[in-house]
Protein backbone atom coordinates (compact mmCIF):
# COMPACT_ATOMS: atom_id res chain seq x y z
CA UNK A 1 0.00 0.00 0.00
CA UNK A 2 2.99 2.24 0.20
CA UNK A 3 5.88 3.06 -2.44
CA UNK A 4 8.51 1.88 0.18
CA UNK A 5 8.00 -1.78 1.00
CA UNK A 6 10.46 -1.10 3.59
CA UNK A 7 7.85 1.11 5.88
CA UNK A 8 6.86 -0.94 8.76
CA UNK A 9 4.73 1.78 10.38
CA UNK A 10 3.31 4.93 9.18
CA UNK A 11 2.99 8.66 10.72
CA UNK A 12 -0.71 9.21 11.31
CA UNK A 13 -0.13 12.12 8.13
CA UNK A 14 1.01 9.21 5.85
CA UNK A 15 -1.64 7.18 6.55
CA UNK A 16 -3.96 10.52 6.03
CA UNK A 17 -2.15 11.34 2.83
CA UNK A 18 -2.95 7.22 1.90
CA UNK A 19 -6.69 7.32 2.54
CA UNK A 20 -6.90 11.08 1.04
CA UNK A 21 -8.23 12.17 4.72
CA UNK A 22 -7.60 15.14 6.78
CA UNK A 23 -4.52 14.12 9.89
CA UNK A 24 -7.45 15.10 12.18
CA UNK A 25 -9.80 12.41 10.76
CA UNK A 26 -7.01 9.70 11.05
CA UNK A 27 -6.48 10.36 15.13
CA UNK A 28 -10.40 10.46 15.00
CA UNK A 29 -10.67 6.82 13.76
CA UNK A 30 -7.45 5.22 15.90
CA UNK A 31 -9.38 6.78 18.74
CA UNK A 32 -12.41 5.37 18.19
CA UNK A 33 -10.84 1.87 17.00
CA UNK A 34 -11.81 2.31 13.74
CA UNK A 35 -8.21 2.56 12.66
CA UNK A 36 -5.78 0.15 14.59
CA UNK A 37 -2.42 1.73 15.41
CA UNK A 38 0.09 0.83 17.81
CA UNK A 39 1.71 2.60 20.92
CA UNK A 40 5.49 3.18 19.68
CA UNK A 41 7.00 5.27 23.39
CA UNK A 42 4.77 7.92 22.90
CA UNK A 43 3.72 7.84 19.06
CA UNK A 44 1.39 6.02 17.71
CA UNK A 45 1.28 4.78 14.43
CA UNK A 46 -0.29 2.73 11.84
CA UNK A 47 0.50 -0.28 10.26
CA UNK A 48 0.34 -0.41 6.24
CA UNK A 49 -2.21 -3.56 6.83
CA UNK A 50 -4.59 -1.39 9.81
CA UNK A 51 -4.91 0.36 6.34
CA UNK A 52 -6.47 -2.38 3.70
CA UNK A 53 -8.38 -3.75 6.67
CA UNK A 54 -10.03 -0.41 7.29
CA UNK A 55 -10.53 -0.41 3.52
CA UNK A 56 -12.23 -3.67 3.28
CA UNK A 57 -14.31 -3.13 6.35
CA UNK A 58 -15.50 0.09 4.42
CA UNK A 59 -16.33 -2.03 1.32
CA UNK A 60 -18.43 -4.57 3.42
CA UNK A 61 -20.18 -2.08 4.93
CA UNK A 62 -21.47 -0.34 1.94
CA UNK A 63 -21.92 -3.36 -0.01
CA UNK A 64 -24.31 -4.70 2.68
Known amino acids: MTNDPD???LRPEKAAELLSVGRTTVYAL???GALRS???G???RIPP???????AHLEEEQAA
Open 7 to 9: LML
Open 30 to 32: MRS
Open 38 to 40: VRV
Open 42 to 44: TLR
Open 49 to 55: TALAEFV
